[in-house]
């Protein structure tokens, strides 16, 4: 194919798509795309507007569409053809999207930046390690990303859940405001959700029109996903090249151990390819990335390209979670009102309080369900765990209409803390369907998780306690990991080959770029150091941008 791109990038989600578009509209790169999966475009063929009922699965889940079969995904826990491995008990679920944007088209848009203390954990509490950068370094990119992005929130001045340019946000429903006024209650900090959803006209998209409906993919463009934000505006400065279905296997090296092209699999012929560039980025998605730099092995790099430390595949983490849910009483026979609004909560509770005084070093923050919503399949399942309900017929038609909108739910998102037995690396005897080895994952929580977790349990019966409602499942046991949910589970995977000054100890610089082969770069999560209590793709995408204009930087000045 062709060899005349400046740079190469593997993968098109947050952090691939965004490095692109940095690179074309702003430094006027040749940049080439090598995308494993088809184009896909939320504004052309997302599902928004169908309903459920004109489908015979009424949207039910599939084993090719594990969130409904309207969801703006291809891809899942299990893709055909493409395996991964699980050491002996390990609990571990790995979510691969494989289509343009990656995962972009249907995640949650909560969009937070990290804050100041994230960069620093280990100089707070000894666990872990620093960022070899810090917030400031950060900040400006946040802060382009939100004017290009569009998102929405309110200014609110807390410590470590830093502002940002926002949109303003949309009002709490009701059972939002019956959720903070009891967090109100209970000291809880209880603010507006920060989304990359529209509340007003941007940079050339619509306004949300509040149906609801992000998971699909918005029709109108009015939340992020990168083919329609930053992809297809790339594409029309014609320096962008997106190749799909385009496998990466590894990334290949000339004499002196710089990188000098992609191999991959043209997956529509299964002919394997080569392209060379002078500069490689890898945006797979944080572990993918890692196995194909492990499966990049030299005469110099025997054991993988950026692993001279040793240290790809290392230090991974994913968001803690668990959720309660509870029945209010005081909001069954509730008169139907609007609960319409962006498809995630209009308001959730970041990380209030000091973990100095708690017996778990990192924090989490509070996302919120309920009210009423498009019903479809599985719809209310449970109905006769409510007083009275159940059976059939017209009085059990009463009894959904009674009890919708009548229960809350409350998820924890938290911050792992790395471990050295939570790690990935190739299997030595599994390949996928195009021979290339594939990942072994080892996962295990420690109390840190555990009673991070048990936390959750008790402060989320608290406000629904407070609520005036109840919480029908048990408090889970230490044995059940407080409710923990699986490692993966939450899909905020991170890290693998962590950032740091020392090459003896991380595989990337501050700017994302190998120690060991100075013009390999890696936008996507695994550079991080440390997850913080915040979903991270925000930060993925900041990172991102600032990478790209390292890259540009090094070019011009002739460095690489
Ligand atoms: C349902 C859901 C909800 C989420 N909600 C949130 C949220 O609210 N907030 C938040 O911050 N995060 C959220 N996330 C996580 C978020 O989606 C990820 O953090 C983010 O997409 C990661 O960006 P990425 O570029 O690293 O990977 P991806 O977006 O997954 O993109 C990777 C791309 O690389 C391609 N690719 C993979 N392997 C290869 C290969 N070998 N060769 C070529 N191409 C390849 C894939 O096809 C894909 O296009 C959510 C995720 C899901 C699934
Ligand atoms: S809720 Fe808003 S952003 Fe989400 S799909 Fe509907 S219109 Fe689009």
């Not at 990049?296 to 849910?325: H, Q, W």
């Not at 540009?552 to 690489?560: D, F, T």
Request: proline letters at 6%.
């Amino acid at each position: 194919m062709r060899n005349d791109y400046d740079v190469v990038i593997v993968g098109s989600g947050a952090g691939g798509s965004m490095a692109a578009h940095r690179l074309v509209t702003k430094h006027r790169a040749r940049v080439l795309i090598l995308e494993a999966g088809p184009a896909w475009y939320a504004s052309e063929d997302a599902a928004m507007l169908t309903w459920n009922y004109q489908s015979p699965r009424r949207g039910a889940a599939t084993p090719t569409k594990p969130f409904g079969e309207f969801d703006g995904c291809i891809g899942g826990w299990e893709i055909e053809g493409e395996p991964y491995t699980r050491a002996e008990g390990t609990r571990f679920s790995w979510w691969r999207a494989r289509m343009l944007g990656g995962r972009t088209s249907h995640w949650g848009r909560i969009s937070l930046r990290f804050g100041p203390d994230d960069f620093r954990r280990k100089t707070l509490d000894g666990l872990g390690d620093d960022w070899p950068i810090a917030y400031d370094d950060v900040a400006p990119y946040y802060d382009e990303v939100d004017r290009l992005i569009g998102i929405f929130g309110s200014r609110e001045g807390l410590p470590n859940e830093p502002d940002g340019q926002f949109l303003p946000p949309p009002e709490p429903r009701c059972y939002e405001h019956a959720i903070k006024d009891a967090c109100d209650r209970l000291d809880i900090t209880c603010i507006p959700s920060r989304l990359s959803i529209l509340t007003r006209h941007h940079n050339g998209r619509g306004a949300c029109h509040y149906c609801g409906q992000c998971g699909r993919g918005c029709t109108t463009m009015s939340n992020f996903s990168a083919p329609d934000v930053l992809i297809r505006p790339a594409l029309r400065t014609g320096r962008l090249t997106v190749r799909q279905e385009a496998m990466a296997r590894e990334v290949t090296v000339d004499d002196a151990g710089r990188a000098n092209g992609v191999v991959f699999i043209d997956k529509t012929t299964g002919r394997e390819e080569r392209v060379e560039a002078p500069i490689v980025i890898l945006a797979a998605s944080a572990f993918e990335s890692v196995r194909i730099l492990l499966n990049s092995k030299s005469a110099r790099y025997p054991d993988g390209l950026a692993n001279g430390s040793g240290v790809l595949g290392r230090y991974i983490t994913d968001t803690t979670g668990a959720g309660v849910s509870g029945f209010v009483p005081k909001m069954a026979d509730m008169p139907r009102h609007n609960c319409d609004g962006v498809g995630g909560g209009h308001i959730y509770m970041p990380w209030w309080l000091d973990n100095a005084s708690l017996d778990f070093p990192r924090g989490y923050h509070i996302e919120v369900g309920g009210g009423f919503h498009m019903p479809g399949y599985g719809f209310m399942g449970g109905i006769q765990r409510y007083p009275d309900a159940g059976g059939w017929g017209a009085s059990l038609k009463q009894d959904y209409r009674k009890y919708f909108g009548s229960y809350v739910y409350l998820s924890g998102r938290g911050e792992m803390v790395p471990n050295d037995d939570t790690f990935c690396e190739l299997d030595p005897e599994v390949v996928d369907r195009w021979g290339i080895p594939v990942m072994k994952f080892h996962w295990k929580w420690s109390d840190h998780e555990r009673n991070q977790a048990r936390h959750m349990q008790q402060t989320f019966r608290a406000i629904v306690d407070e609520m005036g409602g109840e919480v029908w499942a048990d408090m889970p046991s230490y044995e059940d990991d407080y409710g923990l949910a699986d490692g993966g589970v939450i899909i905020h995977e991170l890290g693998g080959a962590r950032m740091g000054t020392d090459p003896d100890s991380s595989a990337v610089n501050g700017w994302c770029q190998s120690h060991e082969a100075p013009n390999l770069f890696i936008a996507d999560g695994a550079p991080f150091v440390s997850q913080a209590d915040k979903n991270p793709t925000w930060t993925i995408m900041a990172l991102a941008m600032r990478t790209a204009d390292a890259v540009a930087r090094y070019r011009q000045n002739g460095s690489l």
